[in-house]
């Protein structure tokens, strides 16, 4: 258990949000006020009808907090990687399509 | 709240506390009494202080002798004439033979929201020696000390009446070795190597629109430490004899090998966005879970890349393993023409039914969500594509199959997201706990019941109906229901218990809970649990297969079904995980059954990822 890293972990603050987007296995929504935008996996979403663009959301949830100011090498890795393979990626495809 | 006589009875051994103000001199009654329920938050708050409180059978019918305010536990100072406690106070625990089952009260619905985990209670057996981790218990004072008794009753010895065994099917496996991959001008097998044509790339490409581009790659173990994007899929290769079906006859397979399908889309994003078992392979892993690839197997993988953002619709998934089975598939006709004395090793499978024996079912929850929350279901060859039905386009509904269909690859799995829980093809190929159940002596194994998890909630209700009805019409004397992964499955998790448990059948269930994956609804037939974690920390730890199904849980599981359908009580379970409650239960198990139950490695037996160290342990 890490929760007790967290210094205001008890701090639960119902929250609201808009559906802006859905495909086949995730939706994503926008948080209300400008507070963000979170796209998660269908799995973790509870509906009693099938989800649609506009529907308005609500959960409880806290404030993401710093664990700690090490930065792991091995993510930023993992995501330079992406970064990168995506890059190559999309000039192959803008070439196709030249 | 108020509670009424049932409940007061169910816990009559818990502490009486008052729900609202009540007034000097009157009577106490369950409707004056709070639901023990809710206890736990409020001691934990420092809402509610329970020393010296009387239990609920001790108050009641007693007289309050001044005013009290609500939520005032009852003690002897303000109770006048609370009758003496039924049974002796359940702090005793540790090196008893039998102790009577003290704190009755079975599993209120609120504790098994919190942990999902149960402590059981094991029906028959002598001379056991009890090791309980007093100290070990998390947080709540008063949680109750006394955890797995043991009666002695051989009540869940098997009926007297004896009954011979029928074996309804078999299914032989014929095991060929194979010891090297190479590339080469055609597809085939020589001695132990396995060649893959050159060129058969186009083939797959060619396949199907979608896909874009593939690369395949052979890993052998010195490859191991290569980075690799995420793990979709682990798939057994093999494949049917003539024109015999999955489950049935004679099924080639070859051992030492294993396709590992991984995708992308043009843009460069992973199928299955959230996946992040990408790494380097070694770290990434949890060798030889039933669903992963055992150390020292090759892999034969390809990565396949999809249309730029198919990667997040339904068609994108389907697309990748449909082409990947171009490859597979082409090695099953080469494994069709191996000459019989290449054979390494034949198994039989059997399925057994022993009329008179306890007949129990296993209902497998798996995922039907859309997209690659999506499962094909019986295909033409093990774990192929082509003959078979997704279960999403088959509305999720319940599909019975036999327990040697699920072990010849009659689903093919498109996997859902969460590394660590998911069960990919080959966990199927290898199910431990239809392994187990078809091997007990003690059981009879009537089938194998796959229900899909569908996203919206009027759907899971009516595909958990449907499974309560499937289960009701096999007379099962009991039931286990799994289910891979966590989040809203376990909506219809619960309800698929409830179903099942309300037509009187017991019902284990098994998930990953622990700490991420505890589950967000209970109800009352929920009391025997079974949780499948192994991270240390009990959470989605992103290492591949680590809190899937394993046969330690197929063990569990099945001592705690044998335990409830011989009507004993088994503990509740206690509010926060905690990993000591499975280390007794296991004990205790070895010790009844004599048998040495070996415990599943997990993650930290891995080469520590830079990303773990600081993250999670």
């Known amino acids: ?98 | 709240m108020s509670i009424t006589a049932e409940t007061a009875k169910a816990h009559a051994h818990d502490p009486a506390v008052l729900c609202c103000r009540a007034e000097g001199g009157i009577t106490i009654e369950p409707a004056n009494l709070e639901d023990p329920a809710i206890f736990d938050d409020l001691v934990d708050s420092g809402l509610l202080n329970l020393d010296g409180c009387l239990t609920i059978e001790e108050v009641l019918g007693a007289k309050l002798v001044k005013t009290c305010d609500s939520l005032c536990p009852l003690t002897a100072d303000v109770v006048e004439g609370a009758k003496a406690p039924s049974a002796p106070a359940q702090e005793e625990a540790p090196a008893e033979e039998e102790v009577p089952a003290a704190p009755a009260a079975p599993a209120a619905p609120a504790p098994m929201t919190a942990g999902g985990m149960l402590k059981i209670h094991i029906g028959e057996g002598k001379d056991i020696n009890l090791e309980i981790p007093v100290g070990a218990l998390g947080g709540g004072a008063a949680a109750p000390a006394a955890p797995a008794v043991v009666a002695a009753a051989e009540a869940a010895a098997a009926p007297a009446e004896k009954a011979e065994e029928k074996v309804v099917r078999t299914l032989t496996r014929k095991h060929f070795k194979i010891t090297e991959v190479k590339r080469g001008p055609e597809t085939k097998i020589e001695g132990t190597t396995l060649y893959i044509r050159e060129g058969i790339e186009a083939e797959v490409i060619d396949n199907q629109e979608l896909v874009k581009d593939f690369h395949l790659e052979i890993i052998t173990p010195d490859l191991y430490h290569t980075y690799s994007e995420t793990i979709m899929d682990v798939q057994p290769i093999a494949t049917k004899e003539g024109d015999d079906d999955i489950g049935t006859g004679v099924t080639r397979v070859l051992d030492g090998v294993v396709m590992m399908l991984t995708g992308v889309d043009e843009g460069g994003v992973q199928i299955g966005e959230f996946g992040s078992s990408e790494g380097y392979l070694d770290e990434n892993i949890m060798w030889g879970r039933p669903g992963c690839p055992d150390k020292g197997e090759i892999f034969i993988k390809g990565n396949i890349v999809v249309q730029e953002k198919t990667n997040m619709e339904r068609r994108g998934p389907m697309a990748a393993h449909t082409a990947f089975d171009i490859i597979t598939q082409e090695i099953r006709e080469a494994m069709k023409k191996l000459d019989e004395s290449l054979v390494a090793e034949t198994q039989e499978l059997k399925q057994v039914r022993r009329p008179g024996k306890k007949k129990v079912v296993i209902v497998k929850e798996i995922m039907g969500q859309g997209a690659m929350h999506d499962n094909f279901i019986l295909p033409v060859e093990p774990v192929g594509v082509l003959g078979a039905r997704a279960n999403v386009d088959l509305g999720n509904v319940p599909v019975c199959v036999s327990p040697l269909e699920v072990l010849d690859g009659c689903i093919h799995a498109l996997t859902c997201i969460g590394p660590a829980s998911k069960e990919m093809s080959r966990h199927y190929w290898r199910e431990p706990l239809v392994l187990e159940a078809l091997h007990d002596e003690e059981v009879d194994l009537c089938g194998v019941v796959f229900v899909g998890s569908p996203q919206i909630n009027a759907e899971k209700f009516y595909v958990s109906k449907r499974v309560g009805h499937t289960v009701e019409m096999m007379d099962a004397d009991g039931a286990f229901v799994t289910t891979e992964g966590f989040g809203n499955n376990h909506i219809d998790f619960a309800s698929h218990i409830e179903q099942i448990g309300m037509r009187g059948v017991p019902v284990v269930g098994m998930s990953y809970c622990a700490v991420q994956g505890a589950l967000v609804v209970g109800n009352k037939y929920m009391q025997y649990m079974v949780d499948n974690n192994k991270s240390e920390s009990g959470i989605e730890n992103e290492v591949l297969g680590c809190n899937t199904l394993c046969p330690e849980d197929a063990v569990r599981a099945l001592a705690m079904l044998k335990t409830a359908m011989a009507g004993e009580d088994v503990k509740a379970a206690e509010r926060k995980w905690n990993p000591n409650v499975k280390s007794t239960n296991v004990e205790l198990i070895e010790a009844v059954y004599d048998r040495k139950i070996a415990l599943e490695d997990n993650e930290q037996s891995l080469p520590m990822s830079q990303k773990r160290k600081e993250k999670y342990d």
């Open chain 1, 1 to 98: 258990m890490n929760d007790e890293r967290l210094n205001y972990g008890g701090k639960i603050i119902y929250m609201e949000g808009i559906i802006v987007d859905v495909d086949d296995c995730s939706i994503s929504v926008d948080l209300k006020g400008r507070l963000g935008f979170f796209k998660a996996p269908k799995r973790m979403f509870i509906c009693d009808t099938e989800p649609k663009i506009g529907q308005e959301v609500g959960w409880n949830m806290s404030f993401p907090e710093q664990l700690g100011p090490e930065v792991n090498e091995k993510y930023v890795s993992n995501i330079e990687k992406e970064r990168r393979k995506q890059e190559e990626m999309r000039k192959r495809l803008d070439n196709k399509e030249v």
